[in-house]
């Protein structure tokens, strides 16, 4: 089966830089897309950054784009988000997620079949 774990997070003041970490295993295939989401008090989840890990394709959110950059690790066991620039809405529980045989970046909740535990990151002002 397919897992993943998020991990990383903590407590940064605003316009630093925290990068979360997302473990994965059990792929079956090299084609899948994994997806960070986030989730604030009170606030809907929302994608914030994605990426192919077949192709490289990306998607930004447009609230963290030119801040944010996700990358695969070398080993293709990891995916990082790295977050520069941190506001305090930045703060959320954020999430990994991977859509199976996903070629391409998607922001459609439903089509990612399998998600990780958050972690928890708290931007203070």
């Known amino acids: 089966d397919v897992q993943l774990q998020a991990s990383g997070g903590g407590l940064v003041q605003a316009g630093g830089s925290l990068r979360v970490s997302c473990t994965v295993s059990g792929f079956t295939s090299d084609t899948y897309t994994v997806g960070w989401f986030r989730q604030a008090p009170g606030k809907e989840r929302e994608a914030v950054s994605c990426?192919?890990?077949?192709?490289?394709?990306?998607f930004y959110a447009d609230s963290v784009k030119g801040r944010f950059t996700i990358s695969p690790g070398s080993a293709k066991d990891t995916v990082y988000l790295q977050m520069n620039s941190l506001k305090p809405e930045d703060t959320a529980v954020y999430y990994c997620?991977?859509?199976?045989?996903?070629?391409?970046?998607?922001?459609?909740?439903?089509?990612?079949?399998?998600w990780g535990q958050g972690t928890l990151v708290t931007v203070s002002s």
């Open positions: 997620a991977a859509d199976t045989y996903g070629a391409a970046p998607t922001t459609l909740e439903y089509e990612y079949d399998y």
């Open positions: 990426i192919t890990q077949s192709n490289g394709r990306t």
